[in-house]
């Protein structure tokens, strides 16, 4: 079975730039998690889709950060602009539905530097 | 709002030594805890799942257990080796929250040979 998918794997940009990260989960999974985690700290959610509709997007910087999820497969996280502190590498997961006691599996991550 | 809190951040152990890893939530309102290992430029792996039901879990060398009341998980891997080497994090779901994990800070080990 093939895990999920994040692309680029590196990203390096200026302050004020826009940047985008891909996510690709797993086959038949209806939910997707973007976390952010900075170095030294735990992944902290960002956005949780269900489907292509969002179920807790309470932490996400909304006048910086926007994500989709069309037709409830892939997802785009999109920094627009970035700052220093986005600094962070975004980790995509995916469960097959969004009840507690379904695992999480994660991406290898996409780690975004801003100089 | 759930806070959880990993202490050390760091740990490094010669190789042979037991790992005691541990955790600490401020709500005890959780459906599970789970704890995951993280590589240098990789994802995270889950490792072990303690539903709140349960005392402890094992896996091999690993040990996890759970005191709900007191809000405190301990990871122990037991004869440590250098492949252990990893950053450690554990993450509870809340019985309000859903499937959301709210994640500790982590522990990064060193296992010296």
């Known amino acids: 079975e093939a895990g999920v998918a994040q692309s680029p794997r590196y990203k390096i940009i200026e302050k004020r730039q826009s940047v985008a990260f891909w996510c690709n989960p797993i086959?038949?999974?209806?939910?997707l998690y973007w976390y952010q985690q900075i170095l030294g700290q735990g992944p902290k959610l960002l956005i949780q889709?269900?489907?292509?509709?969002?179920?807790?997007d309470s932490q996400l910087p909304k006048d910086r950060f926007s994500a989709e999820r069309l037709k409830g497969v892939d997802s785009t996280l999109k920094i627009q602009p970035a700052k220093l502190e986005d600094s962070a590498v975004y980790l995509c997961a995916s469960s097959l539905e969004t009840t507690a006691y379904n695992e999480q599996f994660f991406g290898p991550g996409t780690r975004l530097t801003v100089l | 709002k759930q806070e959880v809190t990993q202490i050390p951040a760091a740990l490094s152990v010669p190789e042979g030594e037991n790992l005691v890893l541990n955790c600490s939530f401020t709500?005890?309102?959780?459906?599970?805890l789970q704890w995951f290992r993280q590589d240098p430029g990789k994802g995270l792996t889950s490792l072990l799942l303690?539903?709140?039901?349960?005392r402890e879990q094992t896996s091999g060398r690993l040990n996890a257990s759970l005191d709900k009341s007191s809000g405190r998980s301990t990871l122990y891997i037991a004869a440590s080796q250098p492949g252990d080497s990893a950053t450690y994090l554990c993450?509870?779901?809340?019985?309000?929250?859903?499937?959301?994990?709210?994640f500790g800070g982590g522990t990064r080990v060193l296992v010296k040979p």
């Open positions: 303690i539903q709140s039901s349960q």
């Open positions: 889709f269900q489907n292509n509709g969002v179920v807790d």
């Open positions: 086959s038949g999974h209806a939910t």
């Open positions: 709500d005890s309102a959780i459906y599970n």
């Open positions: 993450a509870v779901r809340l019985k309000a929250a859903g499937n959301k994990l709210t």
